[in-house]
């Protein structure tokens, strides 16, 4: 197979967020017949489901890859488990880590628990601004351009932070 560009958006509101997001970023460099491309900087943002827990910490990360996206969705879902991320807990309510496969290459894919393009990447902010940093021009298959879609949503609660308190991962070669 040859290697696809994934994007993925990274969220954590639990348990230290940016350090959450910085070890499933080191995570993903990791993953077998991957490399990580591009890093997006850290972003707070208030929680999008019920108002009565922390900010979220957001970031976008791009990824080559030779992994199907099923097999990356599962990689992704097994570093969810590893730190610590509960499934049975509220819709759209705090955790640790939240991994969400956004783009895949040009591909569209509808299968049982797998959409991609993300199907709520269009009206996310927290999603759009850290994309649009690292891939200004990326087609989204199916949707608009990334400078509509990011003029169509309301951009004034994602706030950039200051480095993360670790060094984020070396970019590194494909495995």
Same mark, same amino acid.
């Given at each position: 197979m040859q290697s696809v560009t994934a994007y993925i958006g990274l969220g954590s509101n639990l348990d230290d967020p940016a350090a959450q997001v910085a070890a499933a970023i080191d995570a993903l460099a990791n993953l077998p017949e991957s490399s990580l491309r591009t890093v997006s900087s850290l972003y707070r943002n208030p929680p999008m489901g019920p108002q009565d827990q922390p900010d979220y910490v957001n970031a976008v990360v791009a990824l080559d890859t030779r992994l199907a996206p099923r097999v990356l969705l599962d990689a992704m879902q097994a570093i969810e488990r590893a730190q610590g991320r509960d499934r049975s807990g509220q819709r759209w309510?705090?955790?640790?880590?939240?991994?969400?496969?956004?783009?895949?290459?040009?591909?569209?894919? #509808?299968?049982? #628990?797998?959409?991609?393009? #993300?199907?709520?990447?269009?009206?996310?902010?927290?999603?759009?601004?850290?994309?649009?940093?690292?891939?200004p021009h990326v087609a989204i298959p199916g949707q608009p351009a990334l400078a509509t879609l990011l003029a169509a949503v309301d951009r004034a609660s994602v706030v950039p932070m200051a480095a993360p308190s670790r060094p984020m991962p070396r970019i590194s070669s494909t495995r």
């Open positions: 309510g705090p955790r640790t880590i939240d991994l969400d496969l956004l783009i895949y290459g040009d591909s569209v894919v #509808h299968e049982d #628990h797998l959409t991609v393009p #993300h199907p709520g990447l269009r009206e996310r902010a927290f999603v759009l601004v850290p994309l649009a940093e690292i891939a």
